[in-house]
């Protein structure tokens, strides 16, 4: 059998963004158990809770039904080997979010990597998220040591499943783009450019950067040796600060990963790239409080062009990304914000509803245009009188004529 696929996701990986990826990828794996991976999040309290919306949304969003495979701590004897042949019998194994080093400590000398190789070059698909992305290189970075504890910058050592499976010898970050910080820099999964640097003088011989987006998969097919970048980002390759990155759309051979230029031979491998976002379909929205402002925008231009289906069809929307991004597990005050919004847009209709969205000026029309038939013939019989009354009276009640030599024309004061 063809070898499979490792998928790395920076983020987002139970979320709307990546749901085509999800499908092609496990579609591609073919029938077979799918297995959710739990030890990243293992050691926290909501861990049932993460494993519940993960299912959910892979059972309705993606269309596939995964089988948790528990292993939160560190096991052995009969447990182990169970785990072990249930992630190599399986067609496709997923793990995200959580501490990278956590779950490193807990597959520490189990022969995890191993199992998970042989699933991949069975024609199975591994795809690691977030957390678990950051296992799978030479070196790892120790996110909540360092972003959350103040720990020294320093890496960790990875499962180098990246180089066994694919010949990449580098430390994978996901998250690369992130903005969480606001006043402080978030990027490149919290580190910051200035401790990203201080970290690539100590990478290990050979080794260098590779970091993918957030709602962003970097796609190895590792029997054709490529990789593609799907999704709302870019996958940067970055050789001592010096970066080059890859858009969404492209495919290239996976060796090029490796190249420090993109004028170097091995490099210039582009295999194929899919027409610019621009050119095809809209980007998705990147995060529940992107989707919420998104509909918001386009609820105030349907009221503003008194389009009641348009501003329903926002209503609709919001209310199915709410549904949507039920299970993306980013910490974040989104649910919030959207469900703010959401309510504002209800209420706003409600008034719509009572006032009305029709043109007011098309449905008075009619009884505007009798009294200016009326009041025409008045002024041709020369009662004046009665055409000074008429016109009066539309002006009181809002209507503006005006008389000119193709007749009187009216419109609605502002």
């Given amino acids: 059998m063809n070898a499979g696929r490792l998928v790395i996701m920076g983020s987002g990986e139970t979320a709307p963004t990546m749901v085509e990826v999800h499908r092609s990828t496990l579609r591609a794996a073919g029938d077979g158990p799918s297995l959710l991976l739990d030890t990243p999040y293992g050691f926290q309290e909501n861990a049932d809770d993460i494993t519940e919306k993960a299912l959910t949304y892979f059972s309705r969003n993606v269309g596939r039904t ?29 793990a995200g979010p959580g501490s990278p080093t956590y779950a490193l400590r807990v597959w520490a000398g189990t022969g995890f990597d191993d199992a998970v190789a042989a699933l991949a070059a069975s024609g ?21 040591e360092i972003y959350k504890s103040g720990a020294d910058p320093a890496w960790a050592q990875g499962t180098n499943l990246l180089e066994r499976l694919t010949g990449l010898r580098a430390a994978l970050i996901p998250h690369y783009d992130n903005t969480e910080g606001g006043t402080h820099s978030t990027n490149f999964c919290y580190l910051g450019e200035r401790r990203l640097r201080f970290l690539e003088g100590s990478l290990p011989e050979g080794a260098h950067v590779i970091g993918v987006d957030e709602h962003t998969a ?5 029997g054709a040796g490529t990789a593609q970048v799907l999704g709302n980002g870019r996958v940067t390759v970055r050789h001592d600060g010096e970066s080059r990155v890859l858009t969404s759309g492209t495919t290239v051979e996976t060796a090029s990963l490796a190249a420090r230029e993109s004028g170097s031979a091995s490099a210039r491998v582009r295999v194929s790239a899919s027409p610019s976002r621009a050119e095809s379909e809209p980007t998705l929205a990147s995060s529940l409080r992107d989707a919420a402002d998104r509909a918001r925008v386009a609820f105030d231009k349907a009221l503003g062009d008194r ?8 209503v609709l929307e919001l209310e199915q990304a709410i549904s949507d991004w039920t299970a993306d597990t980013l910490q974040s005050d989104d649910a919030d914000h959207a469900r703010r919004t959401l309510r504002g847009m209800v209420l706003e209709l409600a008034t719509a509803a009572g006032e009305g969205l029709g043109d007011p000026a098309a449905r008075i029309a009619p009884l505007v245009e009798a009294l200016i038939e009326r009041r025409a013939a008045a002024r041709a019989a020369k009662d004046f009188a009665t055409s000074d009354a008429l016109r009066d009276k539309l002006a009181e009640a809002g209507v503006e004529v005006r008389d000119g030599a193709q007749g009187a024309e009216w419109s609605l004061k502002a």
Avoid: N, Q
């Avoid at 970097?218 to 590792?222: K, Q, S, T």
């Fill in 66 to 94: 995964l089988t948790p495979l528990p292993w939160r701590h560190r096991i052995e004897g009969t447990e182990l080997d169970r785990a072990l042949a249930a992630v190599r019998g399986a067609r496709s194994v997923f």
């Fill in 124 to 144: 199975g698909t591994v795809t690691f998220a977030s957390a678990a992305a950051l296992t799978i290189g030479v070196v790892t970075v120790p996110v909540y």
């Fill in 218 to 222: 970097l796609v190895f097919d590792l």
């Fill in 307 to 314: 389009d009641a289906d348009a501003a329903a069809a926002a």
